[in-house]
């Protein structure tokens, strides 16, 4: 009877619904004490990060009401004591983009079309350790 692992809330924020179920599912499978949030929307997906704990944040860079880098920005004002691991997760190539989004706070720039679920799962892990104890908690 060993103790549960610590329940980390992941909030996936992609407004292609086809893209948030499947990455879930991924999570799910890779980490399934996992909570998996999804929001369709940057104001959506900030409303979830202000009203409850979330460890990590995952968004997609093209949103129908922001850009992905106003949820990074509002989530990581300091970019280099973020209190919250933010991953950019999208289909956009551009290595400026990759390079702004990381000087900008983000943990991690993976490209949908070229990772696997284990593999963003291991990130997600990997930015959720780089934040260490100071994280403010809700």
Known sequence: MGCAPPTVKVLLID?????????????NISS???VVLEADSGAAGLAICHSQRVDCV???LTLPDMSGFEVLVDLVPRARRPEIAVIMLTDITLPAM????????AKAYLIKSRISGDYL???IRKAIAGIGPSRKTA
């Open 15 to 27: 407004s292609c619904k086809e893209n948030r179920q499947y990455w879930s599912q991924r999570l």
């Open 32 to 34: 399934p004490y996992w």
């Open 58 to 60: 995952i968004t997609e």
């Open 98 to 105: 990759a390079a702004l989004a990381l000087n900008s706070g």
């Open 121 to 123: 799962d291991r990130a």
